[in-house]
């Protein structure tokens, strides 16, 4: 892997972790034509990266690390516990649902439940003023529901940020808050990928160029602090149509090139 190599990725990365589209299925497509090999020391690189994206979700809400927040970092946690427990269990199983035709597949699926979310049940302006705004009013009931919603999650190509968003908008909240908790959500669960895939490929990092690693660190890092506040910014006036659109002609395209 080279620096233009680790700079486009960390750029993937940073710009797609948090959006509903699947950042694994982007990261798959774009080293394929990168030519990288799926190794153990480009394993080592995409933990870094990861890692990067979760330290952008900190500074973005480091205001959220305070006492008085300790009520919704519980509801954070037991929202976080189905898909912890769900992916311990049968992460072997899990691991043999992978293949591009199913990403393809729930990247199509999972676009046609953003439209048809949008077009029915959040049909009404009304409607949107009636959903909670802020995420700290987020009630333990609907931190479980959402928590039960991101278990989607682990089929490949469906997207953690996608399932909790739409997880959150089903149980009543409101564009902008069921973003900002799919981000804080992002934090013990990519935070317990990050660390299982370090334990597992910690050797990788001795063969593993430390700059191409440095340089994908810095870019993830920038460019995910920046999407999350760009997406809210987008979120002021846009709804999540151009994200289910988006995300059926890119599975059609892998199904039709990649596949």
């Known amino acids: 892997m080279t620096i233009f190599d680790s700079v486009i990725l960390g750029i993937v990365e940073g710009f797609t972790e948090f959006l509903p589209v699947s950042s694994t299925g982007h990261l ?44 919704l970092w519980i509801k954070i946690f037991i929202a976080f516990l189905p898909i912890g427990i769900v992916g311990f269990l049968f992460s072997h199983q899990i691991k043999e649902l992978f293949s591009l035709h199913v990403v393809a597949v729930m990247f199509i699926l999972g676009g046609i439940v953003f439209l048809i979310v949008e077009k029915f049940f959040i049909k009404d302006e009304s409607h949107e003023h009636r959903m909670i705004q802020n995420v700290e009013d987020v009630t333990m009931k609907q931190a479980v529901y959402i928590g039960l919603a991101q278990v989607f999650a682990l089929i490949p190509g469906t997207s953690r940020a996608g399932s909790t968003i739409i997880g959150a908008l089903l149980v009543g909240l409101g564009r902008k808050a069921s973003a900002e908790f799919s981000f804080l959500l992002a934090l013990p669960v990519m935070s317990a990928v990050s660390a299982y895939d370090l334990l597992k490929h910690y050797k ?14 810095v870019v993830a890092f920038i460019v995910a602090y920046l999407t999350v506040k760009l997406f809210l910014k987008f979120l002021d006036s846009f709804t999540f149509v151009s994200f289910g659109i988006y995300r059926i002609i890119f599975g059609i395209i892998l199904l039709t090139f990649f596949n």
Do not use: R, W
């Open 28 to 71: 798959i497509v774009v080293s394929d034509l990168l030519g990288i090999d799926q190794t153990s020391v480009t394993k080592a690189y995409e933990v870094i990266i990861q890692f990067a994206a979760i330290l952008a979700v900190v500074f973005n809400y480091k205001d959220k690390f305070s006492p008085k927040h300790i009520s």
């Open 204 to 217: 990788e990092f001795n063969d593993a160029n430390l700059m191409v690693l440095a340089v994908g660190f």
